[in-house]
């Protein structure tokens, strides 16, 4: 065999592969089989049906072929190697070889009768989607029972005021789902609270109203889980409660599933880990709640976690740093600053001293892949101030506010935009 020797296409370091006069890649390869020639490359898509790959009858010592899962679907169609009378790896050619892990891809190499066909490398090429990070957020609704929204950009600015879309209403929750958008849901409308639920698009455009599926409730919060659906959670109906609806990556809301873990209501929650959730605080018969819930990324609800940090109420929850989450501000006998920290498994740190002025009924949002944003809230009236938080978690002083002052709202990340 004679040609250039080139490092392996896998790149494995300090793997070399023969290369006769360079690799030469073929066609996609469909049918359910096909024979093979030496020192080429084939991309082998096993979409609709497995593949029979037939190896060269009389090969050189030193001959390469190589195989690539085209479609990522060996897994489900696999391939079988027929080494056409030749060894394969020492075997004979009545033993049956089959490749069948998804994204593999197999560099085999013929090494003379003995052993005949190695393979160089025999791997799976790792495919783990991550969608882009949420880039923005909308705050929305809230006292007194409005519908007025402020979009934020991807570096924390908060917009004016956007004309409201829906029922106008406070004590309402709201997440992100489908990956790019969000939802607000539930609330107290004034003359009654309502399930209705507005969804919210990629171009942070609120829809108008979503007939309530569902028990009516305010007083709730809600997280994303699962990288691209959302839950609501708790609140309150005529009493507290623990249910939760859980929402598709298409925004439909679920009915109620029975609750697990403590009934309460002006509680907050945030994701973490990138795909799960936790609700977390609240209050119930004059009691305000330290406890929390993880939600699993199949949005399973688990019993109590006892408290860390502060017992507290109505105060608001983010992701930030692209996995972890951070609960902050809220109403002990005083309103307060303090945050909590969630780490990427869910752990919940103890008080982090207060940053920005105390308030409670604030709303939090992620925003810019990997911040986070407190704003708006209550110290005695409203106010529309914001707290900017870094991909580290820390919280930056007060910043002017933009947009109607008020409390009680809700807050979203939505586009993959910036």
Known sequence: ????????????????????????????????????????????????????????ASPDVGDQVILLDYA??????????????????????????????EGQGINIVYSGSTNGWIPNSDIANALTPVAPPTQRAIFAFGTSR????????????????????????????????????????????????TGVTNLVSNQGVVASDTSAVATKKRQLAACGFGGDKAIFGFGKTGSNVSTT??????????????????????????????DKGIFGFGVHSGSELGVTNLVSNSGVVASDVSAVGTARRILGGATYGGDKGIFGFGYTSDYTGITNLVSNTGVVASDVSAVGTARNYISASGYGGDKAIFAFGYT???????????????????????????????????????
């Open 1 to 56: 065999m004679s040609g250039a020797v080139k490092s392996n296409v896998f790149g494995s370091s300090g793997t070399v592969a023969a290369a006769a006069g360079g690799l030469s890649w073929q066609s996609v390869v469909t049918a359910s089989t096909v024979t093979v020639e030496s020192n080429k490359g084939y991309f082998v898509n096993t979409t609709s049906n497995a593949c029979t790959v037939t190896l060269p």
């Open 72 to 101: 990522r679907t060996w897994d489900t169609n696999a391939i079988t190697i027929d080494s056409n009378g030749n060894n394969f790896q020492g075997q004979a050619d009545t033993y049956t070889v089959d490749y069948d892990t």
């Open 146 to 193: 409005t519908n007025i929204s402020n979009l934020v950009t991807s570096s924390g600015v908060v917009g004016s005021d956007v004309t409201g879309v829906g029922t106008a209403r406070n004590a309402l929750a709201a997440a992100g789902y489908g990956s790019d958008k969000a939802i607000f849901g539930f609330g107290d409308a004034g003359d009654d609270i």
């Open 245 to 274: 609806n859980l929402v598709s990556s298409s925004g439909v809301v679920a009915s109620d599933t029975s609750g697990v873990g403590s009934v309460r209501s002006e509680l907050a929650a945030t994701g973490f880990g990138g």
């Open 380 to 418: 005695g009236s409203s106010v529309n101030t914001r707290n900017l938080v870094n991909s580290s978690g820390v919280v930056a002083s007060d910043a002017s506010g933009a947009g109607t002052a008020r409390h009680d709202m809700a807050a979203a990340g939505y586009s993959l935009s910036a």
